[in-house]
């Protein structure tokens, strides 16, 4: 099952509030319902919102297009409506990179549109396969050991992609490869989507894993309990350093005083070469509400106030690998994200 698709002229989805008590589609057909759906991680991860974005225009342009009847289609309509797509969440790039690459065949017209959001679709398909065969390779190469014990956050994998995963792809690889020892993921305050998402999906890979709470991640990695961590990437910048869940900053610090690799696995589309350094990443804050609380149960005091950054940045001296579908690149040694592609580790 696809996380997100185009069925029969609309937008189906997972909707990942649900899980993992219940698996259910919801069925999008206008762009008031795939914003809500967005900004309520109905459908979350970079990845998957690059292809909601696409989809999304294509679902405002096939809209506007019938409300049209025989006319030309309205193409400043089409342009209003994706202007409020691209906004709905501003850290992962690859939505508004998604939106913007379904609009350059907006004079092509509708059928066009959806022509090209699917090609994003097939291609972020491909791209998670061949990000897990590097990254595994990597991984045993970085870490010297043929069977490994990785620690992650969030959730990187078939729900955060169409199908198959970033960082959690590699971990699948591994698995197949028979070199995945065990799996550590952090349950990722404050909504959960490791201990709701990533676990619901390595129970039904069948890996052998254990769930462990955010701040036990860092000490943890000082014990040795794993061999590599693995993020995915929000928005990666043009000098490499990599926004992600908030938590991914603490286990880089933690991985560098381990001496343990810290390795970002994510598509080309979410390297944003516009944005210089971590520090013009726009970090999205989601309120007090999900601190104060958990599934509609306040946990803090009535009238308590929260600072809720959704994501933090990596700097990138602490990343060990940037893993992407065309390419490893080592800002650790130096390696930048311009020019050639680098990667050759035994050079
Ligand atoms: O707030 P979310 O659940 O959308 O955050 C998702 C993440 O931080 C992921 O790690 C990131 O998007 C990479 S997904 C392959």
Known sequence: ????????????????????????????????????DIQR???RGAPALGVAGAMGVALIAASVDAANGDEELDRDEVRRQAALLREARPTAVNLSWGVDRAMTRLDEGAAAILEEALAIRDEDIAACISMGLRGADLTRELTGKDRVRVMTICNTGSLATVERGTA????????????????????TRPLLQGARLTAWELQRMEAPFRLLIDSAGPFLLSRGIADAVFIGADRIAANGDSANKIGSFSLALAAKHAGVPFIVVAPESTIDMSTASGADIEIEDRGPLEVAGFGGVRTAPEGVDAVNPAFDVTPHELITAIVTDRRVVLPSRGETLGGVPLGDLRS
């Open 1 to 36: 099952m696809r996380t997100i698709d185009w069925i029969d002229g609309a937008i189906e989805l997972i909707d990942q509030t649900l899980l993992p008590h219940r698996l259910e589609l919801h069925r999008v057909t206008e762009l008031p319902e795939l914003i809500d």
């Open 41 to 43: 991680l109905a459908v």
């Open 168 to 187: 959690l792809g590699v971990i699948q690889t591994l698995l197949e490869q028979d070199s995945l020892e065990e799996a550590f993921p952090l349950e």
